[in-house]
C-alpha cells in the first residue's frame, strides 16, 4: 500500500546517505543491506542520529562514533556477517546455556554474538564492572556508551603510561572478581581490551565472555589473569597471575 511504498522510499533514501558518507565508502563486508536496515531500525526507535567516524576498523567488527537520538555521544559497533573467525565464536556460543540450539550457519552466530556482548554487558554492569553502558542491540550493531568524548576516544591501556600501576592493578583485579561472582569469565582480557579515560578504567569487549558453566571458563580465567597481572608487573606493580587467580575465585 502507499504507506508502505513510502516507507521503502524513505529507507532508501536513508541508506544511499549512509553509503555517501565518506567513512562507509571504503568498506565493503560490514554494511550489508540488512545492517543498513539495522541502523535505519536503530534511528526510527530513536537510538541513534547519526553516525559519525570510525574508532577502530577490526576483523570481527568496526567501532563508529555516533550520535543518539537526542544528539548525545555514542558509540556504535557493527559486527561483519562475514566475520573471520566464526567458527571460533561458535564455539564460545555452543558452551553456554543461554544461547543452546542456536543454528550454526554464519548469519545466526553472528547475530547472537551481538546480542552475546549486549547482554554480558548488562550483566558486568550490574556486578559493579566499570564497562560501556549497553544502549541497543539490532542484528549485528551495537549501540552503547561512548567511553571518552566525540573526536577523543578513551585510550586503550596498552597505548598509556599507566600512572599508578599498582593502583590500577587492584581496580581490575576487582572487577575481574565481581565479574566471576556474577558467573562472567570475560576471555580476553588484557590491557588491549581496557580503556582508560581520565583516570577511570573500562572493561570493553566483552562479546566472548562465557558463563562459569563454559567447558573453558577455567583455562579462560587463568589465560585472563596472567594476561593482567603480567601487564602489570612489567608496569611495575606487585602482581602475579597465580596470586591473581586465587584472589579472584576465592573472595
Ligand atoms: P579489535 O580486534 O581491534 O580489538 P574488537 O572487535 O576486539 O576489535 P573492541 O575491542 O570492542 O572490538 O573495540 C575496538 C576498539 O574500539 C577498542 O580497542 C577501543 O579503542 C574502541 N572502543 C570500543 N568500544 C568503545 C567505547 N564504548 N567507547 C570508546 N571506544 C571504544
Ligand atoms: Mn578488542
Known sequence: DRIAREQDREFAEFRKRLKDTEQF???????????????YKLVQDGHLGAMGGPISTGKEANVYEALDGEGGDVATKVYRINASNFKQMRDYLEGDPRFEGLRGDK???????????????????????RVPEPLAVQRNVLVMELIGREGD??????????????????????????LYDAGLVHGDL???????????LVVIDVGQAVTVHHPSSADLLERDCRNVANFFARQGADADPDDLLTYVREH
Open 25 to 39: 565508502k571504503l568498506d565493503d563486508g560490514a554494511f550489508d543491506d540488512a545492517t543498513y536496515a539495522a541502523i
Open 107 to 129: 548469519k545466526a552466530v553472528v547475530l547472537s554474538w551481538t546480542r552475546k556482548e549486549f547482554s554480558n554487558l548488562q550483566r558486568a554492569k550490574t556486578a559493579g564492572v
Open 153 to 178: 576516544a578513551a585510550s586503550k591501556l596498552s597505548d598509556v603510561t599507566v600512572e599508578n600501576p599498582q593502583m590500577a592493578y587492584e581496580v581490575v583485579r576487582e572487577y575481574v572478581r565481581r
Open 190 to 200: 588484557s590491557e588491549y581490551n581496557v580503556v582508560v579515560y581520565e583516570g577511570e
